[in-house]
């Protein structure tokens, strides 16, 4: 059975000071650039307090709360992927000596050290748990993440107020978080109730001295989680999910839709799975050295899909069709799940608010052969 314990919100902020003096940098949400977005904090005083997200597709706004919570928004333009694969990732330096070449892995390096994730929601630790499959899970790992993932110390925050976009239920993330944190926090007006889920998790609380949740106070926080659950944004229809979208690869859909998308790559930026990425050569003008730089990359971009002879995706819809499919298709085939958790972002960042619950729900109307392009 999972240790449930009381923390007063008053000493809050000691679990943050435990966190810095253990090491960690640590990086949570607060307020930026309109938004509620992720960096490095000092301390409670730069947690959004007081202010709630209201997403819709195609938009996003910041209002004040009508109570004073840390954590009664959702999630915004930024993810923890940002931190545990970098959007610019310098993997090999060369420089020109007098006398010959040298190398060297700045990446490895220069490494941020041990990082502390505070305020991770359960469809962002599902997209972790996805993405470390992806880096570490198979036969080739990828040193620069699992270097960064290895250190990581996460501090998961149980959603209790739904966005607009958000349809975790619908992918079977959310809103609780169930696994993967170290500690999993509820918010009430004077007190978190602090689940610990791994052995660093419980040492991190050493000498708080924290009496254990009581019953009535488990009962609510489920009370509480059972009717975010219902209030959800969006819905999605997951059932046969991944071949009915192979077998509606015509599906005239695909193009309706093409005819509104930027190809923007705003959805891929967002998204807490999307791991696609390109190398480039940056040489100094001098050409004294050069640098492999890996930047995230998308595959809504037109040259994306370029092999020798062409680009093989050069319509929009090609490419939302690569996109969506990959997202909720082929990647059970690739790693065993979907490649979405349901957190609403590419709806919300989505400039003309293309929703991918509403592109399935056209598609899956149609039956098989209907129609074609």
Known sequence: MIE?????????????????????TVIGPTL????????????????????????????????RSDRDYFFDFVVGPHSWKRYLFPPRLTLLRVTRTESDLRCEQPALQTAPGPMAFLGV????????????AVFIGGPFVEQHYKLRRDQAFLVAVNCLRPGGTCFCVSM????????????ALT?????????????AGRAMLDGFDLAAASTARRDEAETLLAAAARRMGRQLDTSDLPQLLLDRLEHPRWKEVAERCLSCTNCTMVCPTCF??????????????????????SCFSQAFSYVHGGT?????????????????ATWHQQFGTSGCVGCGR????????IDITEEVAAIRGTPVGETTL
């Open 4 to 24: 449930t314990l009381e923390l007063p919100k008053a000493r809050f902020g000691d679990l943050i000071r435990r966190l810095k003096d253990r090491g960690y």
């Open 32 to 63: 930026g650039d309109g938004a509620i977005i992720y960096d490095e904090i000092g301390g409670v005083e730069d947690l959004p307090r007081g202010w709630i997200d209201e997403q819709d597709a195609g938009r996003y706004h910041l209002a």
């Open 121 to 132: 929601r359960a469809c962002e630790l599902a997209a972790i748990d996805i993405q470390d």
């Open 172 to 183: 079977k993330t959310g809103p609780r978080a169930e696994k993967g944190f170290d500690l």
């Open 187 to 199: 918010e009430f007006d004077d007190v978190f109730m602090v689940e610990v889920g791994t052995p």
């Open 276 to 297: 696609c990425s390109d190398v480039e050569e940056v040489d100094d003008l001098r050409l004294e050295s050069s640098e492999r730089v890996r930047v995230w990359d």
């Open 312 to 328: 093989k995706r050069p319509n929009i819809h090609d490419r939302y069709r690569q996109w969506l499919t990959h997202k909720l």
């Open 346 to 353: 590419c709806i919300t960042w989505c400039p003309p608010g």
